[in-house]
């Protein structure tokens, strides 16, 4: 196991803002703009499951050239994408046809995000999701994972998967099954420590012991609020998440990416949310002067 990084050479983080903690009614300049304002060092792009999402992965070159201007304009960058579109059309699904479409939303949203300048996308860690998890599905899932990850390594992007609120991947060492299976330096683990903090509960494992199965293979994190049973939609400051606790420890793994995650619930103050969110999460993170 590698030492832990010592505090004195930590590197100023990033701090992304997901994009759906703002009302999916701005245009892009106004949700960059808006971001920058907040705080944000960053915008994570949201592809999921709705049409209007997934039409996302079809820009054609003038739109995918406007927003790569808009960007400039704004001085923010999207940088990383949340890929949940596979949560409908999944990569071990056991309809043929809806895993073809599978691996098409991927290789999409790879191109796309090597137009956009994006780094990192985060998969959803599902085989299956309206369907029952089998050892047929979960090999159709490999399978699926050994492809998007040579479609990655082509462009450079890393995929990173997701500890989700489902028993198939709740924890980084069940992610750790498939990074080490496919052993690609493009697959690596981007948790969620408000879901991993959830499944402490359930499995009786500290978060620093599992995020510690992960190490050398975190290659972000989303921060999120949850309380027991409960994952989407709680206030910072109000849940169980140990923010002061996990932060630090996944600096000192050599972590220097997160994300903001919440959402946008109709508060018509929801810039001064934002600001308010980012102020929240500053503070928990170690060594912020600048370079």
């Known amino acids: 196991m590698n030492p832990p990084v010592p505090a004195d050479r930590l590197v100023p983080v990033k701090l992304g803002l997901y994009e759906k ?6 245009d892009w300049p ?3 703009a808006a971001a920058r304002a907040a705080g944000y060092d960053f915008v994570e792009i949201s592809i999921d499951e709705t049409a209007e999402k997934l039409a996302r992965l079809d820009w054609s070159a003038l739109e995918r050239s406007q927003l790569r201007q808009e960007m400039d304009a704004a001085g923010i960058r999207i940088e990383t994408m949340c890929l949940s579109g596979h949560r409908k059309y999944p990569l ?26 994006i780094r990192i996308i985060q ?18 899932f490999a399978e699926g994972l050994q492809h998007s990850a040579d479609l990655a390594s082509r462009e450079g992007i890393i995929l990173g998967f997701e500890t989700m609120e489902t028993p ?13 299976a496919i052993d ?24 620093p012991d599992d995020l510690d199965t992960g190490r050398g293979h975190i290659c972000a994190a989303h921060l999120k609020e949850t309380i027991p049973g409960h994952y989407r939609e709680i206030p910072y400051g109000t849940g169980h998440t140990d923010f002061r606790l996990l932060v630090p420890k996944l600096q000192e793994m050599g972590v220097h ?35």
């Open 30 to 32: 106004a949700k960059l």
């Open 123 to 140: 998969l959803a860690g599902y085989d299956t999701y309206y369907d029952p998890s089998t050892e047929q599905t979960r090999a159709w």
């Open 257 to 291: 990416r997160f994300t903001a995650e919440f959402w946008h619930v109709g508060a018509p103050d929801w810039q001064t949310v934002l600001q308010g969110n980012a102020a929240f999460l500053r503070p928990f993170f170690k060594n912020q002067s600048p370079d």
């Open 21 to 26: 903690a703002m009302p999916n009614s701005l």
């Open 92 to 117: 071990g699904s056991p309809d043929e046809a809806t895993r073809r479409e599978s691996l098409a939303i991927m290789a999409k949203a790879i191109d796309l995000a090597a137009v956009l300048g």
């Open 168 to 180: 198939f991947m709740d924890t980084v060492g069940k992610a750790m099954t498939y990074v080490d």
């Open 184 to 207: 690609s330096p493009y697959l690596q683990v981007y948790p969620d420590i408000g879901n991993l903090t959830n499944a402490s509960l359930i499995y009786g494992r500290s978060v």
